[in-house]
């Protein structure tokens, strides 16, 4: 046995049994059959379990994984048999052993008792050796006294031959952070985790009511607006409701949560939770009669088998239940799938109305049932026959030795699966809610979107907007960090990180943005200036500066006497595109060392900043494809996890929603780029990309930097960093394209006008600069590609993840 404590969250336990069995021994010849054969798992099961060949918890083996069947293979004298199996010590038990092949592990709050007790076939079997490798913290106490050791800290036990094997007992006492997170089940520790949770709910609740009352106070001042402030109104309060509503929701999805762990709640409250949960996005949908309709279809079937058949109604005796066997698990599931689907029905109708009252649909775009009604239906069958395959391998994987023609199995496997069923709904919503961010996202850019409408600048000059784009950015863009020890408790403090590491970036380098540097001969910042009909100006003057150097560069060619005299023609008109004019009318020039290049290429493709946004939302998205692929398989599919998410209910479907997570997040990021273009430092758009992208990365090297503190694994975080840098500075680049997209008729390629843009020796430097970028995503690539994916409860955090 190995236990291996560092870089990971929980100590992860490997054992390894090699026997030589004897060709004498009876059932040598059942391991030569096959895998699905009875015999064969009657002589593996002779060999690993004796007298408990496992079932569907009753054994504790619930935790046990193996990556292949076991190994046998001809050798000298009879048969070679190789069994390693695997899992986490990730649950605080101190009255059931965990058992792992022949080992027994007892979790207590302070230290860890390994015994070994292999199956009663191995009694009479010569032990050549018995290792036990306690990892870096090595044993507290061994008995008996082992014979030998082994590296640094491993125990070896070498009975004689005519002795049985030892009753072993090891003693470990892990470091206290693997000790930590193996308590997080524990009443305290969850309640913790879970307050944690629901406090970053509830700061995220608090900012946008905040910034939904600074925005009706702005609204409410702009007399003379006339629609647009009816229009901005309804954003906002859609805003404000759905504020409340996450609270609601955060205390009906986390808090039943947290009461269950400490409490021990019925699952029949889980299932009326979650149907209030639909019932209360459909609430404040308000959609069509169809879809309410809808909704009470759904609603229905479960309302009355908890009506009649739950353990915390009083009717339960009235009506006998008319479902068994397999008649029950197919009848769990449709009620369990109507509730999921209301849940999924509210979503849709929720996300709905916030896109609608803040103008994001185009031409209002209605809700009907006659493409909702088949896309939840969908979404139903698709999730419940994942859940289903999920719950059946997880049988087939716990009950692999039992033997398969028994009628007790038979019933056993459908007792499993229908008590899987019905989970199917709590536990649904748990991974559904987990996205509630999308909604909030669609609030925020709803308000966003009208505000933009007010200001050409910045979101960054009235506070209200500055306020919500700074929402914006950890709840769509940032990870989901915080996470130690398995515990959320401090999760809340980097969404707040998130928000300041925005902040200081865009603040670090206001001093060179190209906007906000002042005329020469006047107090005036350039962008006080930049009116509609002056950026036509601006973009005509760029246009003659980058042929009048085109002309210079072909002078330099080949001089001459006339060539001297065209030359500073050139230079005098060069000269006189420079001249500008501030606020008032008085003559003044452009900011030094700024070219009318950089200062057209400053104001970004649109008029105002939420335009801005939206093109860069738009490349964002075209570049973030392939990143949300690497992303995905990095996250879901490498190592372990993919085999984790296979016998998880909503594995499957989450690594495709991963896909989405992860292609809303560069997406995000690029509306962000975008709306803060005019106030980000640079001329070029790989440099205004970098802010933004410092502000994604900061965050996640403060986390990277608990991590270490926490010895736990920082797998994969560089690679987001430099995949999201490697986004955003194709977006910039293209964002410069897009300010001069009247010129492409002019060009045979995009790539001549991108020459023209930016001289050959910035396109150079450009070229090198993503290179580097590549190489970097490719090197960190191979370094973890190796790496192993994370336990069940690590992986499954996502459940209740926030982004």
């Known amino acids: 046995m190995r236990l291996q404590h560092d870089g990971r969250v929980h100590t992860k336990v490997t054992s390894e049994l090699v026997v030589h069995v004897p060709s004498g021994w009876p059932l040598a010849y059942q391991l030569l059959l096959s895998e699905d054969s009875e015999l064969y798992r009657q002589a593996v099961a002779c060999l690993l379990r004796g007298e408990s060949p496992g079932d569907a918890g009753g054994d504790g083996r619930y935790a046990e994984w193996r990556s292949a069947e076991p190994e046998v293979s001809p050798e000298k004298g009879g048969l070679s048999f190789r069994a390693t199996a695997y899992s986490w010590i990730d649950t605080y038990d101190d009255y059931n052993d965990m058992l792992i092949g022949p080992w027994r592990i007892r979790v207590g709050a302070d230290s860890w008792q390994i015994g070994f007790e292999p199956s009663g076939a191995l009694d009479s079997a010569t032990w050549k050796a018995i290792t036990v490798d306690p990892g870096s913290s090595g044993a507290a106490d061994a008995r008996p006294a082992p014979t030998t050791g082994k590296g640094t800290a491993s125990l070896v036990w070498k009975p004689g031959a005519d002795e049985s094997a030892p009753e072993i007992s090891v003693t470990v006492e892990p470091d206290w952070q693997r000790s930590l997170a193996a308590q997080h089940n524990r009443p ?154 209301l849940c999924l029905l509210g979503f849709a109708a929720a996300g709905w109305r916030l896109a609608r009252d803040g103008g994001l649909l185009s031409g209002g775009f209605p809700l009907r049932m006659r493409w909702t009604g088949p896309a939840v239906v969908l979404g139903i069958v698709f999730t419940a026959v994942c859940y289903v ?45 987990a996205y ?17 409408r007010l200001s050409t ?45 925005l902040r200081l970036m865009v603040a670090v380098g206001s001093s060179r943005v190209v906007l906000c540097l002042p005329l020469d001969g006047s107090t005036d910042a350039l962008g006080a200036t930049m009116t509609g009909p002056r950026r036509t100006a601006l973009m005509d003057r760029a246009r003659r500066y980058r042929e009048i150097h085109a002309k210079l560069r072909r002078l330099d060619q080949g001089q ?27 003559p003044c020039r452009l900011p030094p060392r700024i070219s009318v290049v950089d200062a057209a290429l400053s104001l970004g493709p649109e008029d105002n900043w939420w335009a801005n946004g939206k093109r860069g939302a738009a490349l964002a998205t075209v570049f973030g494809l392939p990143a949300s692929v690497l992303a995905t398989w990095a996250w879901s599919v490498r190592g372990d996890s993919w085999n984790t998410a296979l016998h998880y209910g909503f594995g499957v479907p989450d690594v495709l929603l991963a896909f989405f997570y992860w292609q809303l997040g560069w997406t995000g990021a690029g509306f962000v780029l975008g709306a803060l273009w005019r106030r980000l430092p640079g001329r070029r758009g ?92 490719i090197t960190i690539w191979e370094f973890f590609a190796d790496a192993g994916g994370p336990p069940p409860s690590e992986l499954r955090r996502s459940e209740g993840e926030t982004r």
């Open 188 to 341: 305290l520790f969850s309640f913790l985790s879970g307050a944690g949770d629901l406090l970053s709910q509830l700061v995220v609740a608090v900012l946008l009511l905040y910034a939904a009352r600074l925005e009706r106070r702005r609204n409410g001042g702009g007399a003379g607006q006339g629609q647009l402030d009816a229009e901005q109104r309804k954003a906002v309060d859609s805003l404000r409701v759905w504020a409340w509503i996450t609270l609601l929701l955060a205390l009906l999805v986390d808090g039943d949560d947290m009461l269950f762990e400490m409490f021990w709640w019925d699952v029949d409250i889980g299932m009326y939770v979650t149907q209030a949960t639909g019932v209360l996005l459909l609430v404040f949908a308000r959609p069509a009669r169809g879809v309410v309709c809808a909704g009470a279809v759904l609603f229905l079937p479960a309302f009355l088998a908890l009506l009649l058949w739950s353990r915390l109604t009083p009717f339960r005796d009235a009506v006998p239940y008319p479902f068994s066997g397999w008649e029950d698990v197919v009848a769990t599931f449709v009620v369990q799938g109507c509730v999921v689907g």
């Open 389 to 433: 395959a999920a719950s059946e391998r997880n049988w087939r994987r716990v009950t692999w030795l039992r033997p398969h023609d028994v009628a007790e199995y038979g019933t056993n496997h459908i007792e499993y699966l229908a008590d899987n069923a019905y989970w199917f709904a709590a536990n649904g919503q748990n991974w559904l809610f």
């Open 436 to 452: 509630t961010w999308v909604l909030t996202g669609t609030a925020i850019l709803g308000v966003l979107r009208t505000a933009g």
């Open 457 to 501: 600048g910045s979101p960054l000059g009235a506070k209200p907007d500055r306020l919500l784009l700074l929402v914006f950015f950890p709840v769509v863009i940032g990870l989901d960090l915080g996470w130690y020890a398995e515990s959320g408790a401090l999760s809340w403090v980097w969404l707040l990180a998130h928000m300041a590491a």
């Open 560 to 586: 001459s006497d006339d060539s001297v005299l065209v030359r500073y023609s050139l230079e005098q008109e060069l000269n006189g595109l420079h001249s500008w004019s501030d606020s008032s009318g008085q």
């Open 686 to 777: 790989p440099v205004k990309a970098l802010p933004v992208a410092g502000a994604f990365g900061l965050p996640i090297g403060l986390d990277a930097l608990a991590r270490w503190v926490m010895n736990e694994s920082q797998n994969s975080l560089v690679l987001y960093v430099v995949t999201m840098l490697l986004v955003l500075t194709l977006t910039g680049i293209a964002l410069d394209l897009e300010s001069f997209r009247g010129e492409n008729r002019y060009w045979q390629s995009r790539l001549g006008l991108l020459l023209s843009l930016y001289q050959m020796r910035f396109l150079s430097l450009q070229i090198a600069y993503l290179v580097v970028q590549i190489l970097g995503m």
